[in-house]
């Protein structure tokens, strides 16, 4: 089995690299950088969740034989209150569509101030906690969970949701 991941982002790729390895253990794994075809920061979870099944379309129509893993993460608002959130999609060799949603959790007021100013996630956190690339490693998740759930974990948790899916139709066709 191929798959190939809509990104060369480090957390998502670690993330399905650790999950497809327990259950596929002989799977080739690649990745490439892809066109989300939403915003740089998406918001809400219909954005979020229409960039992860770009990504994984755009991986997919290069590679006919792979499946193909879009991950994305966004922003969404709740009663006024602005939470992250994450979306993944699969698709595989004969098209069908898989599709999970991640945890999601509060950003505090003063980072939901800047997103809604029309900055990105990614680089506000990094201004915030005075440090680069957290979007590769530990995200605002991480961060704001004390390192209890980090980034990488949040897309291990959507993936392995996407997998179980995956498997429950291989082993329940016919």
């Known amino acids: 089995m191929?798959?190939?991941v809509g990104s060369t982002n480090n957390a998502k790729v670690q993330a399905v690299k650790d999950t497809v390895a327990i259950h596929f253990p002989e799977a080739i794994i690649e990745y490439m950088e892809t066109d989300s075809g939403v915003?740089?920061?998406?918001?809400?979870d219909e954005e979020t969740l229409d960039g992860a099944i770009n990504r994984a379309l755009n991986v997919r129509s290069?590679?006919?034989n792979a499946i193909g893993i879009g991950l994305e993460g966004g922003v969404r608002?709740?009663?006024e209150k602005m939470y992250i959130c994450n979306w993944g999609a699969l698709v595989f060799t004969d098209g069908k569509r898989y599709t999970a949603g991640g945890a999601q959790i509060p950003l505090p007021d003063e980072i939901a101030l800047e997103i809604q100013r029309g900055k990105e996630l990614g680089p506000v956190i990094d201004a915030?906690?005075?440090?680069?690339?957290l979007h590769?490693?530990?995200?605002?998740?991480?961060?704001?969970?004390?390192?209890?759930v980090t980034r990488i974990d949040l897309f291990q948790h959507i993936i392995a949701l996407?997998?179980?899916q995956l498997k429950y139709d291989l082993n329940h066709k016919g």
Do not use: C, D, V, W
């Open 39 to 44: 915003s740089n920061q998406p918001f809400g």
């Open 136 to 148: 590769q490693r530990e995200g605002a998740m991480g961060m704001f969970t004390a390192g209890i």
């Open 62 to 64: 290069l590679h006919k």
């Open 128 to 133: 915030y906690f005075q440090a680069l690339g």
């Open 77 to 79: 608002l709740i009663n």
């Open 162 to 164: 996407l997998i179980g």
């Open 2 to 4: 191929e798959f190939i």
